[in-house]
């Protein structure tokens, strides 16, 4: 199975009323295409490149957990993304927010921590997760980052700048958002379906329900059976109320069954009580799920299909021999 995840990259997430028309595009040339047909140069910078801006905006929440008196995790590197005066206003939104980042944490290290031999974890996140120079990864472990490329690079410099490193024995390969063949790519970088991997998703710049739908064939088909995919998603693309739980349980069910995945919505109240904290009541347009692939990855399946071939070939020969 071959899949190309498409992205179109937007300030925010879309409301559910419309989609904003000008969408920019790398395949374009940075040109942004308007209905009438014509078309304009985008020059983007930092002050206006909406998926930088949304990276930073994260980082500022995870800077400003960090130094809490009673802080849920420490970020040492998000400080070199944002100003140290950076005011936030969204209190519960943060606290949300930094509550899925530790939730997140801890799954990502339990997980990768039960895995023998060589440890692979994929990334989906938007260019400035530090989650590789932060966590206490476990030797051989192989994590791919996948995001959007200038945002990735901008961190990468900022990183490189106060002196981050990966964990001795520890690898990390970026693969761009914008790559064609994203599931090509993460083979072509050592990524192996016949091991175990383990999957998280958290600010990757989703605009439509197909570009969800695409991930989700990406991950059935490189996971083997087991495997856990979990993370954050925006609430928009259940296409129904935040406060509609049912009907949001239905859906992300459904979805996620139909390739492959069993999947749990988690709570944030109550991991928030496990943590020994308190959320206040407010609206926050994110899900936090967990899923575990019910399906065999497609290298498990050509490994057995190989190996039934073999053996059907051996007994063909073994049958000529009594003859």
């Known amino acids: 199975m071959q899949c190309a995840l498409k992205f179109a990259c937007s300030a925010a997430p879309p409301s559910s009323a419309s989609i904003a028309p000008l969408l920019f595009s790398n395949t374009h040339n940075k040109k942004m295409k308007l209905r009438n047909g014509c078309s304009i140069r985008a020059e983007l910078s930092d002050d206006n490149d909406p998926l930088l801006q949304a990276a930073i905006n994260s980082a500022s929440l995870r800077f400003h957990e960090t130094h809490r008196q009673d802080p849920l995790f420490i970020d040492p590197y998000a400080g070199c993304f944002v100003s140290t005066h950076t005011q936030m206003d969204m209190e519960t939104k943060a606290k949300q927010y930094c509550i899925a980042t530790k939730f997140i944490d801890d799954k990502l290290l339990s997980t990768v921590n039960h895995m023998d031999g060589l440890k692979q974890v994929v990334l989906l996140s938007d260019g400035m997760d530090t989650r590789p120079y932060r966590l206490n990864w476990p030797s051989s472990t192989i994590m791919f980052d996948i995001s959007p490329l200038r945002v990735f690079q901008k961190a990468a410099e900022k990183l490189d700048g106060v002196g981050a490193k990966i964990p001795q024995r520890c690898l990390f390969l970026h693969v761009p958002l914008e790559t064609p063949n994203i599931q090509e790519t993460l083979v072509t970088k050592g990524f192996n379906g016949t091991r175990p991997s383990v999957w998280a998703i958290q600010g990757l710049p989703l605009m439509t329900l197909v570009s969800f739908e695409e991930i989700l064939l990406t991950v059935s088909g490189m996971a083997m059976k087991g495997c856990l995919f979990f993370g954050e998603l925006p609430a928009w693309l259940a296409e129904t109320g935040i406060g509609n739980k049912s009907s949001m349980k239905k859906w992300i069910n459904n979805?996620?069954?139909?390739?492959?995945?069993?999947?749990?919505?988690?709570?944030?109240?109550?991991?928030?009580?496990?943590?020994?904290?308190?959320?206040?009541?407010g609206d926050y347009e994110k899900i936090l799920f967990v899923a575990e692939q019910l399906r065999c990855s497609d290298d498990q399946m050509e490994t057995w299909r190989k190996e039934l071939q073999r053996v059907d070939e051996d007994g063909d020969e073994e049958g000529f021999e009594d003859l």
């Open 255 to 281: 979805i996620f069954m139909s390739y492959g995945f069993k999947v749990d919505m988690i709570s944030y109240n109550e991991v928030a009580k496990r943590l020994g904290k308190v959320v206040k009541p």
